[in-house]
């Protein structure tokens, strides 16, 4: 399928122990301020949280912009990162050793039997969640566009590590706190208790040779409603926010609001009653108000005006120190997982893949609606479209002068 120029999309390429990453961008309008510092600051992110194995010492992540940008602003044609692997060595034996026992959760033994070789490297260094390097740089665009053109937040976080689970509650007002909060934390969740019982799950894991998983949340605020669309099931925002969080490495559930709680609900207790605030016009609700957001920001696939809430699962890492019963793939004959340097818990580094992936998808369907070849076209599709949604009602057919801009 062609996918025309100025639709946002993006594509990633490269191996984990290849020369590099790469990341290609489409449909990013001319005079988007490409912020370096704020796309490295990300990645330096993705690099960190407690529990995090070998490799993050020995890269130190940041972008080369190749393409699509000049003097810092893009020009409205493809935009390329490169992100350079510091431990390269894909086409060295010895440094390289060929993996023949596959780690049960890993894309090992499936790659193997579908690429046609006993050698699970060739499958591993793509499947490996160093690939999200380059997707956190790509997706920063999406989440640059958002801010600069439609004052759109995201703040993405850790929720639980295994039965550690903070109970802060987030909303927008408290924002700069909670960003405050959870950059002090070393799992990147949102207060100090929890976060050292988040480590100390995560170090007695380690000692136990055994990986740990958990849950990340994100939140979008800023949008109104009718981002996405009803009118067919891939045009759907929660759909495609879904598809871009199960697109993470390890990441087995996606929910959006309740989630799986409303099926234990009554209806009256699962969605939230509307009501009008003429005074909140000009917030993202345009006034249409709700006691709670048990929608998670989303009906009928589009934005409502309330914050999207996301939350997604990532499962332990696959790769065990201890090792998993498995088979050698020469050899047929039962042997454990082979161990690569690995991380105990990443749980820290998939918030920021998360928050990345989402805005990302916000960004595109916010462009399917308003998108111009440039930002200020943009912005100014967006702004006219505000204001007649806040001139409602009137006929369509003949709308009243102070609607037509
Ligand atoms: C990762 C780099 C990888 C792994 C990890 C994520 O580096 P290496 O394999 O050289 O140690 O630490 O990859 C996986 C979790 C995986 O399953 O492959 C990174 O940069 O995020």
Not at 20 to 47: K, W
Request: hydrophobic share 35%.
């Amino acid at each position: 399928m062609t996918i025309p120029s100025n639709r946002l999309s993006y594509q990633t390429a490269g191996e984990s122990h290849g020369p590099a990453l790469v990341a290609t961008i489409l449909g990013v309008p001319a005079g988007l301020t490409i912020d370096t510092q704020v796309i490295n600051a990300e990645l330096a992110r993705r690099q960190g949280g407690y529990g995090r194995g070998g490799r993050q010492k020995l890269e130190t992540d940041a972008i080369e912009i190749l393409t699509g940008v000049r003097r810092g602003v893009s020009i409205g044609a493809p935009i390329t990162f490169l992100v350079k692997n510091r431990d390269s060595r894909l086409d060295d034996l010895e440094r390289t050793p060929a993996v023949y026992r596959p780690r049960p959760g890993h894309a090992d033994l499936a790659g193997s039997i579908k690429w046609l070789t006993t050698d699970c490297r060739e499958t591993l260094e793509r499947a490996s969640a160093r690939e999200t390097a380059a997707r956190v740089a790509a997706c920063c665009v999406g989440r640059l566009m958002l801010k600069e053109i439609f004052g759109v937040e995201v703040f993405g976080f850790v929720r639980s590590i295994l039965d550690a689970q903070t109970k802060v509650e987030v909303s927008h007002d408290k924002l700069s706190e909670l960003i405050e909060a959870r950059n002090a934390s070393e799992t990147y969740t949102l207060d100090a208790a929890t976060t050292k019982r988040q480590c100390d799950i995560i170090r007695q894991t380690k000692a136990d040779k055994d990986t740990v998983g958990g849950d990340v949340e994100c939140h979008v605020f800023g949008c109104p409603p009718g981002i996405g669309s009803s009118m067919n099931w891939y045009d759907k925002l929660d759909a495609r926010i879904a598809y871009a969080v199960m697109g993470i490495q390890a990441f087995k559930a996606v929910q959006l609001g309740l989630g799986t709680q409303c099926s234990q609900r009554l209806g009256s207790q699962v969605h939230d009653p509307i009501e009008y605030d003429a005074s909140k016009i000009h917030e993202p609700s345009l006034g249409f108000v709700r006691s709670s957001n048990n929608a998670g920001g989303t009906e009928g696939g589009m934005t409502n005006g309330q914050p999207i809430v996301v939350t997604g699962t990532m499962k332990p890492i696959a790769t065990l120190l201890q090792g998993l019963p498995s088979v050698n793939l020469n050899t047929k004959q039962a042997q454990d997982s082979q161990y690569e340097r690995s991380d105990v818990c990443a749980v820290s580094a998939a918030s920021v893949v998360m928050e990345h992936v989402v805005a990302f998808e916000v960004a595109s369907a916010f462009m399917e609606k308003f998108g111009g070849d440039s930002v200020i076209e943009t912005r100014a599709n967006y702004e006219a479209f505000l204001d007649v949604a806040r001139a409602l009602p009137f006929d369509r057919t003949s709308p009243p002068d102070s609607v037509i801009t």
